[in-house]
């Protein structure tokens, strides 16, 4: 059972987690095992940390602790004994912090663990730095970093390297700090940790005292245009009216979603085997097949013609809305086949689309050259793709028109900037997918500054009003779009400084914890799917 509920909190699904936590716990009670128990309670008392009850987290953390000091484990005591330093650390009790962390290091050298050390040594870093006694901080700092490289902890390695980075940055010794910025950059890159990986950026710009586009090779835009995207509305009319109001506020680029999901239930548009489509009957085939995971060429929805006739209509509804001018991009095609994209493609082709998005799965390229080779209306994929080496076949065999990349998933600011100048060597232009916080928007922003074949950055927040409040930016007032553009901001590193009373209050209600460590991550991996 606690296994099963640390994959289910790994998945986001807390509720459950805790519902199979509490029954690892009565298990384990009921057969006495006091050491399966300890794990139980150590189990409940990270998923209470992590949705801010620190109360019960400690009150769980502390049951643990009884048992494993009871069990003589100093190894399980250490790892206790770190959680609850870190639990009043959050709580804003440093003295207390302090203490259990220091008590973890003694049970951990007792024991010869290494793993939790590393945690606690990171935590008394972080009081004494926090107090401004930057040389004991240091020194707990490079004692973590000596700790993490033995064990080959590549997520602890970025963040400690981080952390002795601002300290040398504090104590003015600049070379030392873009050092282990430029360490921790190079880590968070392969662990894909984009919390490491901005801040690093941050305090390697700070350091040098230049912009992040500076780093990226210099400007070529000093503001970055925007296109705003738009969820699905029942009719073109209602779509083309949500369009409207984005270009009032001066978007000058927009993207809606269209393809099959509303069709599903209407006579005659569609045409597939049983099983395939949401709200099938159920059969054998639907228990077998997970319809989200299974890729576009393998479900044999087809669009009749009909089908295609309500989309166009859909189409021709918007455009009398807001006219031909604006450029207008299309996603969200559904998981139809590769014929049905071109039969689609081509109706389309009267309504001058900016580009149709992600029609198949990335990793067909010879699909793709078929798309672009068939359509006359630009075809765009790329949200999914990781590094440079992962785009070159579709960029070689100029499969796209447009590539798409995410810069929070597909390498960072300068792996990007990579991206869209091998893509540039082809003929072929970059837009930015995003649909991230203002921290990761400002990331790519500086990267399309850097860009010279980029034509817009995605975004998706137009009716959240919080949107604008995580960060703040020297110099701008009101919200951080204006006028369709961001401007690039020239301060130091990304330009901006984090407002974290403002992320704490929007924190969504099944994970409260803020920038918490993720080290289950380093061994199980994600169950996301890896196309769009």
């Given at each position: 059972m606690s296994q099963v509920g640390s994959m289910q909190f790994l998945q986001g699904d807390y509720a459950r987690a805790l519902e199979s936590h509490q029954q690892s716990l009565k298990l384990y009670e009921s057969l006495g095992a006091k050491e399966g128990v300890a794990f139980a309670l150590h189990s409940l008392g990270i998923l209470m940390r992590v949705h801010g009850n620190y109360e019960q987290a400690l009150v769980y953390f502390q049951r643990s602790l009884e048992l494993t000091e009871s069990l003589k484990r100093p190894d399980l005591a250490s790892r206790n004994l770190s959680s609850i330093g870190a639990v009043y650390g959050l709580m804003g009790n440093q003295v207390q912090a302090l203490d259990y962390h220091q008590a973890s290091l003694k049970a951990g050298e007792i024991s010869g663990s290494k793993f939790w050390?590393?945690?606690?040594?990171?935590?008394?870093?972080?009081?004494?730095?926090?107090?401004?006694?930057?040389?004991?901080?240091?020194?707990?700092?490079?004692?973590?970093?000596?700790?993490?490289?033995?064990?080959?902890?590549?997520d602890r390695i970025a963040?400690?390297?981080?952390?002795?980075?601002?300290?040398?940055y504090l104590e003015g010794d600049f070379s030392q700090a873009i050092e282990f910025a430029e360490r921790a950059i190079a880590i968070a890159k392969q662990?894909?940790?984009?919390?490491?990986?901005?801040?690093?950026?941050?305090?390697?710009?700070?350091?040098?005292?230049?912009?992040?586009?500076?780093?990226?090779?210099?400007?070529?835009?000093?503001?970055?245009?925007?296109?705003?995207?738009?969820?699905?509305?029942?009719?073109?009319?209602?779509?083309g009216k949500k369009l409207q109001e984005r270009l009032d506020r001066g978007f000058t680029m927009l993207k809606m979603d269209l393809g099959v999901q509303p069709l599903i239930g209407v006579p005659g548009a569609l045409s597939?085997?049983?099983?395939?489509?949401?709200?099938?009957?159920?059969?054998?085939?639907?228990?077998?097949?997970?319809?989200?995971?299974?890729?576009?060429?393998?479900?044999?929805?087809?669009?009749?013609?009909?089908?295609?006739?309500?989309?166009?209509?859909?189409?021709?509804?918007?455009r009398a809305v807001v006219g031909d001018e604006v450029p207008i991009a299309a996603d969200h095609f559904g998981h139809i086949g590769i014929d049905d994209c071109i039969r689609l493609g081509q109706a389309l082709e009267p309504f001058n689309l900016a580009w149709l998005e992600d029609l198949v799965p990335w990793q067909f390229t010879d699909k793709w050259?078929?798309?672009?080779?068939?359509?006359?209306?630009?075809?765009?994929?790329?949200?999914?793709?990781?590094?440079?080496?992962?785009f070159r076949p579709l960029i070689e065999a100029r499969g796209v028109?447009?590539?798409?990349?995410?810069?929070?998933?597909?390498?960072?600011?300068?792996?990007?900037?990579?991206?869209?100048?091998?893509?540039?060597?082809?003929?072929?232009?970059?837009?930015?997918?995003?649909?991230?916080?203002?921290?990761?928007?400002?990331?790519?922003?500086?990267?399309?500054?850097?860009?010279?074949?980029?034509?817009?950055?995605?975004?998706?927040?137009?009716?959240?009003?919080?949107?604008?409040?995580?960060?703040?930016?020297?110099?701008?007032?009101?919200?951080?779009?204006?006028?369709?553009?961001?401007?690039?901001?020239?301060?130091?590193?990304?330009?901006?400084?984090?407002?974290e009373d403002a992320i704490k209050a929007?924190?969504?209600?099944?994970?409260q914890g803020y920038f918490e460590p993720t080290p289950q991550w380093d061994a199980v991996s994600s169950h996301d799917r890896l196309w769009s």
């Open positions: 050390t590393i945690f606690s040594l990171n935590g008394i870093g972080e009081i004494y730095a926090a107090s401004g006694q930057l040389p004991e901080a240091l020194m707990h700092f490079e004692k973590a970093l000596k700790l993490s490289e033995e064990l080959n902890y590549k963040y400690v390297s981080l952390s002795i980075g601002n300290i040398k662990t894909s940790s984009r919390d490491a990986l901005w801040k690093a950026l941050t305090l390697a710009g700070k350091a040098y005292n230049v912009p992040a586009y500076v780093l990226a090779g210099g400007m070529f835009r000093d503001r970055i245009r925007m296109y705003c995207d738009t969820p699905n509305e029942p009719t073109g009319a209602a779509m597939w085997p049983q099983g395939m489509l949401p709200g099938d009957p159920e059969d054998k085939l639907e228990r077998m097949l997970n319809l989200h995971t299974l890729m576009h060429p393998f479900t044999h929805v087809r669009l009749t013609p009909k089908g295609i006739a309500l989309i166009c209509e859909y189409v021709e509804q918007v050259v078929q798309l672009e080779r068939a359509l006359n209306t630009p075809v765009c994929t790329g949200e999914d793709i990781y590094l440079k080496e992962g028109n447009i590539i798409h990349p995410d810069l929070a998933t597909s390498g960072g600011i300068v792996e990007t900037k990579k991206i869209g100048d091998m893509a540039q060597e082809h003929g072929i232009s970059m837009a930015l997918h995003m649909a991230g916080t203002p921290v990761s928007t400002m990331a790519s922003v500086h990267c399309a500054a850097a860009t010279e074949n980029f034509i817009a950055l995605e975004h998706h927040f137009t009716e959240i009003p919080y949107w604008n409040d995580f960060i703040s930016i020297a110099g701008v007032t009101g919200p951080i779009i204006q006028g369709g553009y961001i401007a690039v901001p020239e301060g130091p590193g990304l330009g901006f400084e984090i407002n929007h924190l969504i209600p099944e994970d």
